[in-house]
């Protein structure tokens, strides 16, 4: 059964970089694609941005000039950076896998618990 | 990007009887379509894919209908444990977006 578990700093100062890893337990992390999603406190979810294991991304047009995702296939975890935080970053991180082999376009079927993150000076 | 628009924000039906959630699509999205639900401190977990399809293990009270930019999610003969937030989400196209959710309580 594939598990997937968020680790990382839970506070940070503004203008720093956010940090995360997610490690996949229990199941390759090769011919899945892998998602980053947000929450804030309170509010909804917001997609950050996807990796497959060839190195091609996509992520949010809001985000897309501070985050950088990467897959590291040999240690089967997958790296969040999100750079110049401000506190409208503070959120619950989760990563997440896409259902189907191959596909990007899929609903997400698995996800990690998720990990706080508080961006406060 | 699409945005997707969920209604009514809460809703709170009793024990026994039937929830209907409804979710809007800015743009065609064809059948793809997925509800989550989410209760406090807990990810969110898939019920429904494929606008229709029930995820592994989810109930049959749960069920999904729709296509095109409307969607509905229906909860037939609520359970306590149905009390939650649920959350639909378009995998048309990147960028995936969710609607805002809708806060279902039971009385």
């Known amino acids: 059964q594939v598990q997937l578990q968020e680790s990382g700093p839970g506070l940070l100062k503004p203008s720093e970089t956010l940090s995360l890893t997610c490690t996949v337990s229990g199941g390759s992390i090769s011919n899945y694609y892998w998602s980053w999603i947000r929450q804030p406190p309170g509010k909804g979810l917001e997609w950050i941005g996807y990796?497959?294991?060839?190195?091609?991304?996509n992520y949010n047009p809001y985000l897309k000039s501070r985050v950088t995702i990467s897959l590291d296939t040999s240690s089967n975890q997958l790296s969040l950076r999100l750079t110049s935080v401000t506190a409208a970053d503070t959120a619950v991180y989760y990563c997440?896998?896409?259902?189907?082999?191959?596909?990007?376009?899929?609903?997400?079927?698995?996800w990690g618990q998720g990990t706080m993150v508080t961006v406060s000076a | 990007e699409i945005v997707m628009t969920q209604s009514p924000a809460t809703l709170s039906v009793s024990p026994g009887e039937r929830a209907t959630l409804s979710c809007r699509a800015s743009?065609?999205?064809?059948?793809?379509l997925a509800w989550y639900q989410q209760k406090p401190g807990q990810a969110p977990r898939l019920l429904i894919f494929g606008a229709s399809t029930r995820a592994t293990g989810i109930p049959a009270r749960f069920s999904g209908s729709g296509s095109g930019t409307e969607f509905t999610l229906t909860i037939s003969s609520l359970q306590s444990e149905d009390s939650a937030v649920y959350y639909c989400q378009h995998y048309s196209n990147w960028p995936y977006t969710f609607g805002q959710g809708t806060k279902l309580e039971i009385k």
């Open positions: 743009q065609i999205v064809s059948d793809t």
């Open positions: 997440a896998r896409s259902k189907l082999l191959f596909s990007p376009d899929n609903p997400f079927d698995i």
């Open positions: 990796i497959y294991r060839s190195g091609s991304t």
